[in-house]
């Protein structure tokens, strides 16, 4: 990936990153986070890794996304953009991401491999869904066959919950 | 960077929206009211032009010579992106689409990436928020409805869309849309296996559950494009104009041409995974029976025709399907909102993971 378009999609991240928690209105907040994502999705393609970008996309941009949208809009937004802002909250919240941010920073510098350059991307390309679908199916086959169950049994629950409330 | 790849791709994205897509979307316009008044009995728009050809090009200039009216009430920088959110995702799935074969030697396929239909089905769900932000930005209720019908609408067929594939992955084991193509060329369409060893009947078996995704597959299409029968959120009868009731002149019409653009490249999409994209084997006898292949590979001009064929084949066959939308538009009456999403939910959804299980059965102990 050109350092041109490497700059101008990690710049679209961070400012519509930025702009979720800065937005007063929340289908703001919301499509700002469609267009972090993209951007995301973007920069995982540079590093030739087609299908997590494109995983990016579909579950979190097309689906999650629309979702939140869906519930966003049945609430009265008016009353979120008229409310003041907490001063003690907004400090304390900058205060307790600063010091994650910080020992996060702490922690990358303590280990090993984060002084090294990293390879540069093979001159072929790999073909990635091949690669992780054997990986996830020989390899992790079992892990992934019991997160199915997981997944299904939590189906299950919210629409036994969700069921019992309507009657 | 290789220049000549940037310039073809740049030539191949230019000529593919504005040679083909953008004339498809207004002559299907004019198709669709000509269609319509063929079934109903009328005569349709006929006075612009010879048989009314040029009827595009007046609709074009009404909508820009439009006073273009932004209403008080709306949102009114999420009023002005909706229409574009509505138009882009549409033209962007054809990138990965394979349209012809070759032209001068350089493949008729803008991207050709080894995720394929993933790219189509994620951008493809990016199409809603055009329609979710035009129903919220009008601040109206009718709008606002049609906005909430149709993220419900298309996230419930998304599901079916995806798993309908799946039996041709199976079969294939390529996302890759000009691999996909590449296998229907050696062993006939996904629907119809005509082609190589014909007579076999384990072949014709494994065309069964392909024909079932295909069914589930076009249907599902119908609902993402919102087409009649399941165009809820435009719903006139109890919407007003549902999504777009706000809407007027020049962005009004790129709803309009979001929505015959995302038919284009489903329609595309359709006759690529199970009608054989490019390709048009034609029947003939030169000491005995075969199939005769035209391709871009020969010399000079027998190539560049041969090259031209193969797109023309391609979006002729975009075209019949075109027909098709538009025939079941006007001869099935529209669905009532939980009825389509109990079909949806309901019948598609397992319809098409029976049908996986089955191709996978019939892969792994009938293997053709």
Same mark, same amino acid.
């Given at each position: 990936?050109?350092?041109?378009?490497?700059?101008?999609?990690?710049?679209?991240?961070?400012?519509?990153?930025?702009?979720?928690?800065?937005?007063? #209105?929340?289908?703001? =907040?919301?499509?700002?986070?469609?267009?972090?994502?993209?951007?995301?999705?973007?920069?995982?393609?540079?590093?030739?890794?087609?299908?997590?970008?494109?995983?990016?996309?579909?579950?979190?941009?097309?689906?999650?996304?629309?979702?939140?949208?869906?519930?966003?809009?049945?609430?009265?937004? /008016?009353?979120?953009?008229?409310? /003041?802002?907490? %001063?003690?909250?907004?400090?304390?919240?900058?205060?307790? =991401?600063?010091?994650?941010?910080?020992?996060?920073?702490?922690?990358?510098?303590? *280990? %090993?491999?984060?002084?090294? !350059?990293?390879?540069?991307?093979?001159?072929? /390309?790999?073909?990635?869904? %091949?690669?992780?679908?054997?990986? *996830?199916? #020989? #390899?992790? #086959?079992?892990?992934? !066959?019991?997160?199915?169950?997981?997944?299904?049994?939590?189906?299950?629950?919210?629409?036994?919950?969700?069921?019992?409330?309507? /009657? | 960077?290789?220049?000549?790849?940037?310039?073809?791709?740049?030539?191949?994205?230019?000529?593919?929206?504005?040679?083909?897509?953008?004339? +498809?979307?207004?002559?299907?316009?004019?198709?669709?009211?000509?269609?319509?008044?063929?079934?109903?009995?009328?005569?349709?728009?006929?006075?612009?032009?010879?048989?009314?050809?040029?009827?595009?090009?007046?609709?074009?200039?009404?909508?820009?010579?439009?006073?273009?009216?932004? @209403?008080?009430?709306?949102?009114?920088?999420?009023?002005?992106?909706? @229409?574009?959110?509505?138009?882009?995702?549409?033209?962007?799935?054809?990138?990965?689409?394979?349209?012809?074969?070759?032209?001068?030697?350089?493949? +008729?396929?803008?991207?050709?990436?080894?995720?394929?239909?993933?790219?189509?089905?994620?951008?493809?769900?990016?199409?809603?928020?055009?329609?979710?932000?035009?129903?919220?930005?009008?601040?109206?209720?009718?709008?606002?409805?049609?906005?909430?019908?149709?993220?419900?609408?298309?996230?419930?067929?998304?599901?079916?869309?995806?798993?309908?594939?799946?039996?041709?992955?199976?079969?294939?084991?390529?996302?890759?849309?000009?691999?996909?193509?590449?296998?229907?060329?050696?062993?006939?369409? +996904?629907?119809?296996? &005509?082609?190589?060893?014909?007579?076999?009947?384990?072949? $014709?078996?494994?065309?069964?559950?392909?024909?079932?995704?295909?069914?589930? &597959?076009?249907?599902?299409?119908?609902?993402?494009?919102?087409?009649?029968?399941?165009?809820?959120?435009?719903?006139?009868?109890?919407?007003?104009?549902?999504?777009?009731?706000?809407?007027?002149? +020049?962005?009004?019409?790129?709803?309009?041409?979001?929505?015959?653009?995302?038919?284009?490249?489903?329609?595309?999409?359709?006759?690529?995974?199970?009608?054989?994209?490019?390709?048009? @084997?034609?029947?003939?006898?030169?000491?005995?029976?075969?199939?005769?292949?035209?391709?871009?590979?020969?010399?000079?001009?027998?190539?560049?025709?041969?090259?031209?064929?193969?797109?023309?084949?391609?979006?002729?066959?975009?075209?019949?399907?075109?027909?098709?939308?538009?025939?079941?538009? $006007?001869?099935?009456?529209? &669905?009532?909102?939980?009825?389509?999403?109990?079909?949806? $939910?309901?019948? &598609?959804?397992?319809?098409?993971?029976?049908?996986?299980?089955?191709?996978?059965?019939?892969?792994?102990?009938?293997?053709?």
């Amino acid at each position: 990936m050109p350092a041109l378009l490497f700059w101008t999609f990690a710049a679209m991240t961070l400012v519509f990153g930025a702009a979720v928690v800065l937005n007063r #209105n929340p289908i703001a =907040s919301a499509l700002s986070l469609v267009l972090s994502f993209l951007g995301l999705a973007a920069l995982f393609m540079g590093l030739d890794a087609f299908f997590i970008g494109i995983i990016q996309v579909l579950v979190y941009a097309g689906a999650v996304m629309v979702l939140f949208l869906f519930i966003i809009m049945l609430f009265d937004l /008016r009353a979120e953009e008229r409310r /003041r802002i907490n %001063r003690v909250a907004v400090v304390g919240g900058s205060a307790v =991401s600063l010091a994650l941010f910080v020992q996060i920073c702490l922690v990358v510098a303590e *280990l %090993r491999g984060s002084h090294d !350059q990293f390879p540069a991307l093979p001159a072929t /390309r790999t073909d990635d869904v %091949r690669d992780i679908g054997l990986l *996830l199916f #020989n #390899n992790f #086959n079992l892990p992934f !066959q019991i997160i199915g169950v997981l997944v299904l049994v939590a189906t299950i629950g919210v629409i036994v919950l969700s069921k019992r409330e309507l /009657r | 960077m290789n220049y000549f790849i940037i310039l073809t791709s740049l030539m191949k994205i230019l000529g593919v929206i504005f040679l083909i897509i953008l004339p +498809m979307v207004s002559y299907s316009v004019y198709a669709e009211r000509r269609v319509s008044a063929l079934i109903q009995d009328r005569l349709g728009p006929n006075r612009v032009g010879p048989a009314g050809l040029f009827q595009p090009v007046a609709d074009a200039v009404k909508f820009l010579l439009k006073e273009d009216f932004t @209403p008080a009430h709306v949102n009114t920088f999420y009023y002005w992106l909706a @229409p574009c959110l509505a138009m882009v995702p549409a033209i962007a799935t054809i990138a990965v689409v394979p349209f012809g074969s070759t032209l001068l030697g350089v493949p +008729m396929v803008i991207a050709d990436i080894n995720v394929g239909v993933l790219y189509v089905f994620a951008i493809a769900s990016l199409g809603v928020y055009g329609i979710v932000i035009a129903g919220w930005s009008s601040n109206s209720k009718y709008p606002f409805l049609g906005g909430v019908r149709s993220s419900s609408q298309m996230i419930s067929y998304e599901l079916s869309l995806g798993l309908a594939v799946i039996p041709i992955f199976l079969l294939v084991g390529q996302l890759r849309l000009t691999e996909i193509v590449r296998y229907q060329i050696e062993h006939g369409w +996904m629907i119809a296996p &005509f082609i190589g060893d014909w007579l076999n009947v384990q072949k $014709w078996l494994l065309a069964i559950p392909m024909f079932v995704s295909f069914c589930v &597959f076009t249907v599902a299409i119908f609902a993402e494009t919102n087409r009649l029968p399941f165009d809820l959120p435009e719903a006139e009868t109890e919407l007003v104009g549902g999504y777009h009731t706000e809407y007027g002149s +020049m962005k009004f019409a790129l709803f309009f041409l979001g929505e015959y653009a995302a038919m284009i490249t489903g329609s595309a999409l359709i006759v690529t995974l199970f009608l054989g994209g490019w390709h048009l @084997p034609i029947p003939s006898w030169n000491g005995g029976f075969h199939w005769t292949y035209i391709t871009g590979d020969a010399e000079g001009w027998r190539g560049i025709a041969g090259g031209l064929f193969n797109i023309a084949t391609f979006f002729g066959k975009v075209a019949m399907l075109l027909l098709v939308f538009i025939w079941v538009r $006007w001869t099935l009456p529209r &669905f009532r909102y939980d009825q389509l999403m109990r079909l949806g $939910w309901v019948f &598609f959804f397992e319809i098409a993971l029976v049908n996986i299980f089955l191709a996978a059965l019939m892969i792994a102990y009938f293997p053709a």
